[in-house]
T-cell receptor, first 111, second 112 residues
Framework: DGGITQSPKYLFRKEGQNVTLSCEQN?????MYWYRQDPGQGLRLIYY???????QKGDIAEGYSVSREKKESFPLTVTSAQKNPTAFYLC??????????FGPGTRLTVL | KNQVEQSPQSLIILEGKNCTLQ??????????LRWYKQDTGRGPVSLTI?????NTKSNGRYTATLDADTKQSSLHITASQLSDSASYIC???????????FGAGTILRVKS
């Protein structure tokens, strides 16, 4: 986990509610990533950012939004448009795409 | 389509025994392959990384092999310990592009 923190560790969402997952890093990495992990599946990329004030959609961006106002922070908002948000969410950072360091994760559950 | 397939899906072994996990990939052009260990409810941690020219890499009791011709990799765990119980994920990076390709992982349980 190193210098990557994710909060909260557990999050519960009601139907129709937006929630924001926090990811902070002190590794001075330019690139940050958000992944979703579901049982029996590989990690899937939601969004990534290679520089402040810029971010790109990954493979499953629908129903999610991000911002990158500071190098250290890359929050992910799960909107009400995401119909099946229950999953384990992982934030990662790195200087290169092929070398990513992962945070401890946030488990989101829909009530 | 770039894919990474891992086998078996899950494995139970006795403490002290050895085991081997498999990873087959179709990612091209290949850049490197990593094995990650993910404890339950935690983020993945890198165990080894191998480039095209490397065919073996060790990290303590973990030894990874790579056959770039057949596009196969294995992770061998020697003298397993209870703390080895985790999910092991194979991740392949293509030479171009900004994404990694993740396998679904092998869930290993070591019992006493």
């Amino acid at each position: 986990d190193g210098g990557i923190t994710q909060s909260p560790k557990y999050l519960f969402r009601k139907e129709g509610q937006n929630v924001t997952l926090s990811c902070e890093q002190n590794l001075n990495h330019d690139a940050m990533y958000w992944y979703r992990q579901d049982p029996g599946q590989g990690l899937r990329l939601i969004y990534y950012s290679q520089i402040v004030n810029d971010f790109q959609k990954g493979d499953i961006a629908e129903g999610y939004s991000v911002s990158r106002e500071k190098k250290e922070s890359f929050p992910l908002t799960v909107t009400s448009a995401q119909k099946n948000p229950t999953a384990f969410y992982l934030c990662a950072t790195g200087e290169r795409t092929d070398e990513q360091f992962f945070g401890p994760g946030t488990r989101l559950t829909v009530l | 389509k770039n894919q990474v397939e891992q086998s078996p899906q899950s494995l139970i072994i006795l403490e002290g025994k050895n085991c081997t996990l498999q990873c087959n990939y179709t990612v091209s052009p290949f850049s490197n392959l990593r094995w990650y260990k993910q404890d339950t409810g935690r983020g993945p941690v890198s165990l080894t990384i191998m480039t095209f020219s490397e065919n073996t890499k060790s990290n303590g009791r973990y030894t990874a092999t790579l056959d770039a011709d057949t596009k196969q990799s294995s992770l061998h765990i020697t003298a397993s310990q209870l703390s080895d119980s985790a999910s092991y994920i194979c991740v392949v990076s293509a030479r171009y592009g900004n994404k990694l390709v993740f396998g679904a992982g092998t869930i290993l349980r070591v019992k006493s």
